[in-house]
């Protein structure tokens, strides 16, 4: 079904059903409308909720709660229940704690590498293990001791990854899906439901909901009388629908391992392996091939009874040689055996049976035999490929699932090598008929009785394998890759004692478990995050009440903000990130494994091709990534903090700031000019002349992002004279959004949906930041106008736009001008504009006033803004825009966190809390492909 054609169904069902209810309830049908209320059902849209309005009405619940009226004066039921819960409210705090900083540990990992793999300066090989680890390859580790050669960022199954039946898990579970998630949701509003019992706090509803294509439950308990519990009680309360749910995942688990033991009247082991499922893309599908249902008992001369022994069995053919083989009658292979000149070996295969008419590709293979008088050593040593660790049990391929092929073993060019005609020869053989006789080695006598030793002729990775099944009188013949036996199938250990029972039944109570564990883990763990609308909103708050008691309830609101907006964004952009392609990766690099000619004897190699610009290591652009995290916040505070405590009198002239600031920009370029010269008079003072001084034409270029930036600084100062720095801080991302009007107008840039999408959630973010005030009791200065400044921010998202793409332009324009020339040239440019701004910003501007109000604040200031103009070229020329998008998202984390302890009534409300979460995912999301 057309993807389009399910969201139409998805509306179509749920409009029918809100519009039916809604026609039954304006016509008054009493029946309907009494059964609605018997049964509390209340249908929204898209939202269907059955709703208890009263604890006492379940008789469930109230049976429960008069046992435990009747059990309170019972010590050892009191103990117990004391124990139980504050074992719950100890493992809801751990998980609280250990979630969060997990996440933030997942977020940090996937800016690590960001940093480290985009590098494209000298990129090395990186070895990815099975785990999903990495570590870097020398140039003398081979190939084949690696899983596969890959960017990281395809391998890294890190972060939450959010479920949506029908593409990333089959439509076919989704019955069980939707029972789980109702069971977990279930135990985990019981268990609040009981906490609060226990604690003769009033629980007023219970029930639960489908909203959408996702069902879940709640419980409403009555707010009065829970602010009234003590700290301890609350935690119990808040933190037993986590404690539940990790007991109903930890109970699954036990189930999932004694499955084996609880089916033992059903089910017997040690019987060999039943085949569950087969890959239609295996060449061991076929009408005479494997199918479910089959048990394998043998593979070859090795007998199978456990996964174990399957894959030991496998492994014995992962060799480059083959050195396992069957005794055949010498009267049926010296006829039927080639000229040496008829054997060809074509892409790695020997093919032998060309000379022989009668003979078939289809039932007939090329087997060698030993004919010479060389030790059997020397003609079958041979380097073994690795084998996969047990762990790796058969199933589906655990690298095609993360998009990496299996390291074929057609890629090795030592089998052509290999083929020694001087030492064997070669017979054309049927296949079947060979496997019927007696099984040899390597080390057996290759001459005996009459008998010789054939091997399979199999240069290629494939192999011939022999499939023992249980009561059928055929064996399963299959010649094909090894990787195909290895991870084509689906194998369980459990056999059916008769043929009435079902072979399903234990993979299918193995699923449910699985998703018992995964789903239940998951509502328990994520719960625990401190995020609006989770378990863990109400344990920080708890938790700021218990460690502020002694301040204000402004105060330790804005603290619980704070925690909240910490973990929300770090939540949604965990979740954001597994919906994301980073696309600047796939960009710039990419991964061959290349194959060496024939007649070249040469390891395989892993060629890295570059594309794109810049030189930067990964190093240097973790330090410029912190350090512009750490100007951009710094510069914030510092003019918000002077702007607001210094008296008008004595307030400095931001124009001079300004001025002084391009000032000190020009002379670090020129100081990077003359390091860039090896410190050389003669070619420093060549190079100001050749590519300064004699192109007024670039440097009148020039003045116009200067100009922009001249502007956009000089608004910077007005903006955050009235309005908060996390407000004006959340705000500027704007600029995003200004940058791609100005791409597409002038550089006739188109965006995709995922950056339209981002566009639109970035607007909404920086509306619902401007609603932070609604909701503020705190009353603001009567100099600060928050208009005014929302004006004079929205002119800096203006004038930067149209700047940072005019200068990156420039930049990455493909002209010789060197970096710190075409800097230079804009930083002149800005100290002409930057001085014509301070006479016409005040009339009665004098030089004698230059520095009035200059503090020790007032030349950090200055600093900021010069360190901060260098990086932001340097970002502009070597790094791409998902740096940039890390360094705004952590910085909005810091002013806001920072603003709470440097200034007074500062309030970080809902809206606060919404849209800086929505605007930090929104330009994350935006700068993750590169257009």
């Known amino acids: 079904m057309l993807a389009t054609t399910s969201i139409c169904l998805f509306f179509l069902f749920w ?16 029946r309907y409308i009494n059964f609605t209320e018997q049964i509390g059902l209340q249908i929204h849209l898209i939202q269907l909720r059955f709703y208890i309005t009263r604890f006492e009405r379940s008789h469930f619940l109230g049976s429960y709660a008069t046992y435990i009226r009747s059990w309170q004066n019972s010590r050892f039921w009191l103990r117990f229940v004391d124990t139980w819960f504050s074992s719950g409210a100890f493992v809801g705090l751990l998980s609280f704690v250990l979630t969060t900083a997990y996440l933030s540990y997942l977020l940090l990992c996937e800016l690590f590498n960001i940093v480290a793999l985009v590098s494209v300066s000298a990129i090395s090989n990186v070895r990815i293990s099975p785990e999903g680890n990495y570590k870097m390859v020398d140039d003398t580790t081979g190939v084949e001791d690696a899983l596969s050669y890959v960017p990281y960022q395809h391998h890294v199954q890190s972060g939450i990854t959010p479920v949506i039946p029908g593409v990333n898990i089959p439509l076919e579970h989704l019955p069980l899906f939707m029972t789980v998630l109702v069971i977990a949701g279930i135990v985990h509003e019981l268990g609040h439901a009981f906490a609060a019992v226990n604690a003769n706090t009033r629980v007023l509803g219970f029930g639960i909901f489908v909203y959408g294509i996702y069902p879940g439950a709640f419980t409403e308990i009555d707010t009065d009388e829970l602010e009234r519990l003590s700290t301890a009680q609350k935690l119990r309360i808040y933190c037993a629908g986590i404690w539940h749910n990790l007991i109903l995942a930890g109970c699954c688990y036990l189930v999932y391992l004694l499955i084996p033991f609880l089916l033992i009247p059903l089910f017997k082991s040690n019987a060999g392996l039943l085949v569950t499922d087969i890959s239609q893309e295996s060449g061991l599908v076929g009408p005479s091939g494997l199918r479910r249902g089959f048990v394998i008992t043998s593979l070859n001369d090795c007998e199978v009874r456990t996964k174990a022994d399957y894959l030991r069995c496998l492994s014995k053919y992962e060799v480059n040689i083959p050195k396992y083989g069957y005794y055949m009658p010498s009267n049926d292979v010296y006829p039927l055996t080639a000229s040496k000149e008829k054997v060809t070996v074509i892409r790695g295969e020997t093919a032998c049976c060309q000379e022989f008419e009668n003979i078939t590709s ?89 008998m010789i030793c054939v091997y399979p002729a199999m240069y290629n990775g494939t192999a011939l394998l022999r499939f023992g099944i249980a009561n059928e009188s055929n064996p399963v013949i299959y010649i094909g890759q090894l990787s195909e036996a290895r991870y084509l199938l689906n194998l369980q250990e459990l056999v059916p004692r008769t043929n009435w029972i079902s072979y399903t039944i234990p993979g299918q109570i193995e699923l449910a478990c699985k998703y018992f564990i995964t789903f239940s883990l998951a509502l328990g763990l994520l719960n625990a995050v401190p995020c609006y609308g989770l378990d863990g909103q109400f344990i920080s708050r708890t938790l700021v009440d218990y460690f502020f008691c002694g301040y204000n309830i402004g105060y330790k609101e804005n603290i619980s903000n704070v925690i909240l907006l910490y973990g929300t964004i770090v939540f ?84 001079a700031v ?27 003072k060549n190079i100001l002349m050749r590519e300064f001084f004699k192109k007024p034409k670039e440097l009148l270029k020039m003045s116009v992002p200067s100009m922009t930036y001249a502007l956009q600084n000089n608004l910077d100062f007005i903006a955050l004279s009235n309005l908060d720095a996390g407000i004006y801080q959340v705000t500027t991302q704007l600029k995003v959004v200004t940058t791609a009007i100005f791409m597409m107008i002038f550089l006739g840039r188109k965006f995709s949906q995922r950056r339209w999408i981002s566009i639109i959630l970035l607007f909404i973010g920086v509306a619902a930041v401007q609603l932070n005030n609604l909701d503020s009791k705190v009353v603001k200065k009567s100099t600060e106008n928050h208009l005014k400044g929302l004006i004079a921010v929205l002119s800096t998202c203006i004038t930067a736009g149209f700047a940072g793409v005019y200068f990156e332009k420039m930049l990455k324009d493909g002209s010789s001008t060197p970096f710190w020339i075409r800097n230079l040239q ?95 995912f929104a330009i994350m999301l935006y700068n993750s492909v590169n257009e």
């Open 572 to 655: 949604f952009i965990n979740v954001g990130e597994k919906q994301m392609k980073i696309d600047d990766v796939e960009h710039q690099i990419q991964l061959e494994h290349l194959l060496p000619d024939k007649n070249d004897g040469d390891d395989d190699e892993v060629k890295l091709i570059h594309k794109g610009h810049g030189t930067s290591g990964h190093l240097f652009k973790a330090y410029v990534i912190i350090s512009m995290t750490i100007l951009w916040t710094g510069y914030t505070l510092m003019v918000r903090y002077t702007r607001s405590t210094t008296p008008s009198s004595e307030m400095y002239s931001s124009c």
């Open 826 to 920: 804009m930083y002149v440019s800005g100290i002409i504009w930057a001085f014509i701004g301070c006479f016409m910003s005040d009339a009665n501007f004098s030089m004698k006033d230059f520095t009035h109000g200059f503090t020790s604040s007032v030349y950090m200031i200055i600093g900021f803004l010069s360190c901060g103009g260098i990086y932001i070229s340097l970002v502009m020329k070597h790094l791409d825009n998902l740096h940039k998008s890390f360094a705004s998202a952590v910085s909005i984390i810091l002013v806001v966190i920072l603003s709470l302890f440097l200034f007074e009534g500062v309030h970080i409300g809902l809206y606060f809390l919404f849209g800086s979460s929505i605007v930090c």
């Open 362 to 450: 289809a039932s007939h293979i090329c087997f060698q035999f030993y004919n010479s008088q060389k030790s059997f050593g020397q003609l079958f040593s041979s380097k073994s490929s690795p084998t996969i660790k047990l762990e790796d049990t058969p199933g589906y391929n655990r690298a095609n699932r993360a998009i990496v092929n299996p390291l074929s073993a057609t890629t090795k060019q030592i089998y052509a090598s290999d083929l020694n005609k001087s030492d064997f020869l070669f017979a054309c053989l049927p296949g079947r008929e060979v496997t019927d006789h007696a099984h040899c080695d390597h080390s057996s006598a290759q001459y005996k009785d009459g």
């Open 15 to 30: 409009t029918s059903l809100f519009l039916l209810d809604y026609l039954l309830r304006i016509n008054n049908s009493q």
């Open 658 to 684: 300004v001025f002084l600031s391009e000032v000190v920009k020009c002379c670090i370029c020129l100081a990077f000019l003359f390091k860039d010269s090896n410190f050389s008079l003669n070619s420093y």
